[in-house]
Structure formats: C-alpha cells, structure tokens
C-alpha cells in the first residue's frame, strides 16, 4: 500500500499532552523580509528603520522587528497546530529574549501544554508553548498560545480536561534582555519623532494614536504568505465560502502588526516590543475593514540592572471602522464594543 505523501494537518483528537512537535521549515530571515513587512504595515520605529541611528545608541546594526520575529516563529507552527484551525484565540507569557537580525535563521518547536474539548463536541481548544531559536540554538523568542481546532470526527471521545494555569504578566525582570546597552547621551529624539521618554508617561494615561488603515484582500494574503502561514482560512476563498463566515479571514497576526504600528504616533520611543502578557482576538477583521488603536497605561516598571531604558505595561486596543478618540472598549456589564478586534497586554521598552 503506497503512503499518503501529503499532509491534512492535524486535528484535535491528533494532539495529545505533552505532545513535542519539531516544526519545518527552518526561515533565514533578511533585509528584503523586513522591507516587505514595513510595506504592508509601515512601522516607523527608528531603532529598527535605520542602521546608523541603531549602531549610534548601541546595536550592531538595525534589529528585525519584534513582531516581525514573533510572525516568522509563529508561522512555521500553522502546519503543524492550526491548519485546520477555526480561530486562533488569544496569548499569554510571550518574550522576546534577543535580538534578531537580518542574515538570522529561526526554527521553532512547539509542546502541547493543554487540551479541552468544546461544548459543541465538533471543536476543541488546544493550548501549545511555541519556542522559536535562531542558527546558534538561542532562544530568541518563547509564547503561549491557544487556538480553536476542528475535530476530524465529532464521535471521538473527549480527552480529559487540561487547561495550563498562566501567570497574568511577564515579570519587569525578563525583560529588556533584546535590548543592548542604549547610549541615551546619543539617542536623537527629533529623529525618533517625539521628545517623550519613560518618565513622560503615567498609569492610567490614555492614546488615541489618531491614525487609521484600511486592509485590503491581496495584502493580508501577501502577509501570511510572507510569514509562511498556511491556515486555509486566510487563502481559500473556495472552501471558505461555504464557512460559517462565507468568506476569508484576516491573519489575527496582521492586526497585532497594524496596531503595533499604528501605536508610534503617541509611543515613538518604545522601541522595543518587550512581551505580551496576555491577548485576545476579540472579532474577526475582513479586506475592506479599516484598523484604529488605542493604548492605556496599565504600570510603569523599572528593569532591574538598567538606568537607559524602562518598561510601559500597555493595553493595545484595536477597533474597526470605528475612531478610538473615545477609546472603546468595554461596557459597564464587560461587554465589548462591537468595535473591538484585539486586546493586547503587553510590555514596551521605553529610553529614560
């Protein structure tokens, strides 16, 4: 009998706990990618668009983008953990532990640390810790992530119950270890766009970050291409016609990466996209929608060891066709704004 060569993906009666999962392909990663990324979404972070301003403050050269790297990582997993995904849901414990470089090549490995079937016994939750390492076996990046995965039949019995406890932040301690020594003395703020360090900032404080983008079919395509994602969601208009949307999804990474982008008008000089302490894709976004942000203040954190840089503990919000200059989000019974995409808790590294 001859083999079947290709691969349906798995399903959730496929994964089991403690399941160690080596993901192909392994992805150098290069200019011509970091380009690519700043068309599709224009970040405007001096740290990562120039080199000069970059190896003025103490870098080498230009790092990658942080998102851009958690893409790259989170990709290689899609095959492997959610090709037959319905949604990807939400994030938790994700830091980013070095710096990654154009001419760096990533690999990722995946562990199953939760599974729990859902209500309607058609789909299951299936909660993996995703490590991404560069060529030298370093771990660049590590997350959690939990996502809403198809049964390939709905008779198979439920597996017990498993739902990992989850720490509710990243300790101000793991952080900043992306980020060299900074040269504050030769951090150029008129460059950088804006003269607020992390002083400027207070708990509590609201941005509108003004801006709004509208996404369109090809370029979320182009995007999940770029990271070598495959979930049949984003690409088959055929199968996805007859959904439970009838049609294609936006890639919940495009909006993480829009918002992120979106939120230098108002965050300048958080440079670096230090961890995300816990997410939520709150409501699908489809070509046509156009992405506003918002950001709150949730804490202010010094990093242990460092006087150059400090940390914003932020809620990055973002809404479709809707203007956050009155920062929706949820009402008085938890409700959330139709709005509502994302919900992002994460820390940013600030220059003091």
């Known amino acids: 009998m001859t083999a079947i060569k290709t691969n349906p993906g798995n399903y959730f009666e496929d994964f089991k706990l403690g399941q160690i999962i080596k993901h192909a392909t392994p992805r150098t990663v290069t200019e011509g ?57 939400g994030y938790a414990n994700c830091r980013f532990l070095k710096p990654v470089y ?24 299936v909660y993996v810790r995703s490590t991404g390492r560069d060529e030298t076996g370093d771990v660049v990046l590590e997350y959690v992530r939990w996502v809403m ?7 198979t019995p439920a597996p017990e119950a498993v739902v990992p406890e989850l720490t509710d932040r990243v300790s101000p301690e793991e952080l900043g270890k992306a980020v060299p020594a900074v040269d504050v003395s030769k951090y150029d703020f008129d460059l950088a766009g804006a003269p607020f ?9 609201k941005i509108d970050h003004v801006d709004g983008m509208t996404v369109e079919e090809a ?32 890639y919940g990474g495009v909006i993480i990466s829009m918002a992120r982008a979106l939120s230098f ?68 019974e938890g409700k959330y704004d139709e709005s509502v995409l994302l919900d992002l808790d994460a820390w940013v590294v600030v220059v003091r």
């Open 33 to 89: 990618d970091a380009a690519l990324y700043t068309s599709l979404y224009g970040p405007r972070f001096a740290v990562q668009s120039s080199d000069t301003f970059a190896k003025q403050i103490g870098y080498p050269k230009a790092p990658l983008d942080d998102v851009l790297v958690f893409h790259v990582v989170f990709g290689k997993t899609v095959p492997d953990i959610s090709l037959n995904a319905i949604a990807n849901l």
């Open 102 to 125: 154009p001419g760096a090549t990533l690999s990722s490995v995946s562990e199953v640390i939760g599974l729990k079937e859902n209500s309607n016994g058609k789909t299951g939750t």
């Open 149 to 155: 995965v198809r049964k390939r039949d709905a008779a």
């Open 197 to 205: 360090r992390w002083g400027d900032y207070e708990v509590g404080e």
């Open 219 to 250: 370029e979320h395509q182009i995007a999940a291409r770029l990271y070598q994602n495959t979930a049949k969601v984003h690409f088959n208009k055929h199968t996805e016609s007859k959904g439970r949307f009838g049609k294609r999804i936006v």
């Open 265 to 332: 008008n108002g965050l300048n000089n958080a440079f670096h996209f230090a961890a995300i302490n816990g997410g939520r894709h709150v409501s699908p976004l489809f070509a046509g929608d156009t992405i506003y942000a918002w950001s709150e203040v949730l804490e202010k954190a010094e990093i242990p060891r460092r006087s150059d840089v400090g940390a914003l503990r932020v809620k990055l919000v973002a809404c479709k066709d809707k203007s956050c200059s009155a920062f929706p989000y949820k009402d008085e």
